[in-house]
């Protein structure tokens, strides 16, 4: 394979992993640019949109190359994110060969990542933390982290399984729902509202809103709106979910919740 090539294959998928896991667009599209200065190649042309990438080498020549990858939206991970900018520091600084820069590459990809029940156990607290600064008392984020912990395992079965994350949403969001007010109807005395809001910030769509937001304030309006659907659309399967398990409710209860 020429070296061209090799290059281009090096930076298109350090910008796939990049895309993958969360990145802006912008940060993609400067880092397979600037992987492919650092290694000498300059005719070059890039385009990147949130589900794919399109580059080109060397268009009027023999030795000619191009590439297109298709990246599906998944999960965010911040440490391979980090892990892959400073990989392309080091190359923008010449400290890294273009094999060296291919294992580490690899590496990174064959990350273990962060363990399921650390996950389950962080998102617990995240559940408990929020409910509590939303003005829960220490009982409420209690349930809060249980029901945060509930969710994070129903997310991560849904997942290995490949059910639609629109559906994980929905039923994940009522199964929440559900469970606080079967706690009310037991204890009483707590804020079921807070606990809802505390167990579904888990499914919140933050980071994909504000990753929308930055892309269409750096002028790519259709990676930034593709975002912000996502965002939405996630949003609306939420509301769906817990408006759903407290009609279900009152209906059973014969009346509405007290507030």
Known sequence: MPQSKEVLNLAVS????LLKNGGE????????????????VWDYNVFVVTNGIFATVHEERADAGSMVRYIPLGEINLEKIAKINQLSREICQG????????KRLKACRQGAGVKDVTLIFACGIESAGFCFLLGGH???????????MLLQTFLLM??????????????????VTAGSLVLYRLVQDILYDRIIIGGIIVLMPGVALVTGIRDLFNGDYLSGGIRMMDALLTGICIAAGVGAAVKIFQLLGGGALPL
């Open 95 to 102: 400290h890294c060969s273009l094999r060296e820069a291919n």
């Open 25 to 40: 667009i912008y940060r993609v599209q400067e880092t397979v640019c600037r992987v492919m200065e650092a290694y000498d």
């Open 138 to 148: 220490f009982i409420d984020s209690v349930f809060s982290f249980l029901l945060g």
């Open 14 to 17: 350090m910008g796939e992993e």
């Open 158 to 175: 849904g997942t290995k399984r490949n059910v639609s994350k629109f559906i994980l949403n929905i039923l994940g969001s009522a199964m």
